[in-house]
């Protein structure tokens, strides 16, 4: 009987043993990470960037009057086809042709006038002659030379002031011709009335320094279109001149125009709802023309521009979800106050089933994936997500991967 429960008590002492065993390695075993990774693999890549406005024809006049009169005739009508020096619209010219006759009336009667002078010019030219030789035979006195001297000059001094009125009834007329010439609207080039803002009767008002003058109408090349968009002052120093662009316009969603950046703003737009204290980010003007414009296609419609700035094929790339950016490692010596005034980019490596931060140095940068210029070779698995797995991940960190399905194909 001792011995059985000598036996018993044994047999539950190694089993007690046992089971601290386990329970102390079942402490001690490691927790891994669940992590979605991916093999580094090649890529096309093409860098866009993406920015909304409206159409625009390159040529747009708006017609203005020069001077003020009443509408008394309009030749045209808003969408109607134009060519170069087509009748557009007339103002009243009756004030304008009464200044051109009363300056034309005013040089007829001052060149009458100055025949009348130059007939009494040569009287008293004459005169002053005949009375020299009077006076050089000593018959008549000095003063009585002098005297028609005095007319003489007056004389002349008379035509000059007519020729003078003259040159300035010339001018006047001049001045009264050039605005009865505005009274008349030939169409400066060949384009299409693309807005028509007045109607016969009413009075074209010129502008003036606070208020601007009566737009009679608008025409528009439409042969040649462009696309203003809106680029973000982060984005704008990527775009240069002769860059191509792939314009969507809303009133056309099955069709691509393909077009290219002629015009970058050097200066950001000002926008009036923007005051001193409001901080908001600038735009730059950022013109693109397309080169098959559409015959549809109108002033205003909305569009958006993805332009092109760059464009890599075959280049190593992972998802862009997969950059970490982490507090620099202090180097051996260096104070580590330094090092955390500074951050490095880079991924997260999977090595013997283990992470490792490496850092890396970027490319262009596609829709989902960026080029890998140094840092990571090609076959290389790195941890792609989730992100609050990469936010808290660390080096050494144990990784239970979790491929995608849509993983890089060699």
């Keep these: 009987m001792k011995k059985k429960t000598k036996r018993i008590l044994i047999i539950a002492g190694t089993a007690l043993i046992g089971v601290v065993i386990l329970l102390n390695l079942s402490s001690q075993r490691e927790k891994s990470i669940k992590a979605t990774v991916e ?5 096309n890549l093409t860098s866009i960037i993406s920015a909304s406005g409206e159409i625009k024809p390159k040529k747009n006049i708006n017609l203005s009057a020069q001077i003020p009169g009443r509408i008394i005739k309009i030749g045209v009508q808003e969408g109607q086809e134009v060519k170069h020096g087509d ?7 009756s004030q304008y042709e009464a200044n051109a006759d009363h300056d034309r009336a005013f040089i007829q009667s001052s060149q009458a006038e100055r025949i009348k002078v130059e007939a ?13 030789n009077l006076y050089d035979n000593q018959l008549i006195s000095q003063e009585q030379l002098e005297q028609a001297k005095v007319q003489w000059d007056i004389s002349e001094a008379s035509l000059k002031a007519i020729d003078f009125q003259i040159d300035q009834a010339r001018a006047s007329l001049k001045s009264s011709l050039d605005n009865l010439s505005k009274t008349v609207f030939s169409a400066p080039i060949d384009g299409i009335i693309t807005s028509l803002r007045v109607e016969e009767g009413e009075v074209a008002i010129i502008g003036t320094m606070n208020n601007p003058g009566t737009v009679l ?11 203003e968009v809106e680029v973000d002052e982060t984005d704008v120093v990527g775009v240069v001149l002769g860059q191509t662009a792939d314009v969507k316009v809303d009133a056309f969603p099955n069709q691509v125009f393909k077009g290219q950046v002629t015009e970058i703003g050097s200066s950001a737009l000002q926008k009036s709802t923007v005051t001193s204290t409001t901080q908001e980010s600038k735009d730059f003007k950022v013109v693109v ?7 549809g296609l109108k002033p205003g419609l909305s569009a958006s521009a993805d332009i ?3 464009q890599k094929d075959n280049v190593p790339a992972i998802p862009i979800s997969a950059l970490v950016v982490r507090d620099k490692v202090a180097a051996a010596g260096e104070p580590a106050s330094k090092s955390n005034e500074k951050t490095e980019e880079g991924v997260f490596l999977v090595e013997n089933e283990r992470a490792k931060f490496v850092p890396v140095q970027k490319g262009i940068m596609g829709e989902l994936s960026i080029e890998i210029a140094a840092g990571l070779t090609e ?3 790195i941890v792609t997500g989730p992100y609050d797995t990469l936010r808290v991940l660390k080096d050494g960190d144990l990784i239970k991967p979790e491929v995608k399905k849509d993983e890089v194909k060699k």
């Design 217 to 227: 109408m608008t025409i528009a090349d439409l042969s040649v279109m462009e696309v």
């Design 379 to 381: 076959g290389q698995t």
């Design 39 to 43: 093999k580094v693999g090649r890529k």
């Design 120 to 132: 009494t010019l040569a009287k008293n030219k004459s005169y002053y002659e005949r009375q020299q």
């Design 308 to 310: 092109i700035t760059a």
């Design 289 to 295: 023309t397309l080169a098959n414009p559409s015959p």
């Design 87 to 93: 009748f557009l619209l007339g103002l009243d010219p």
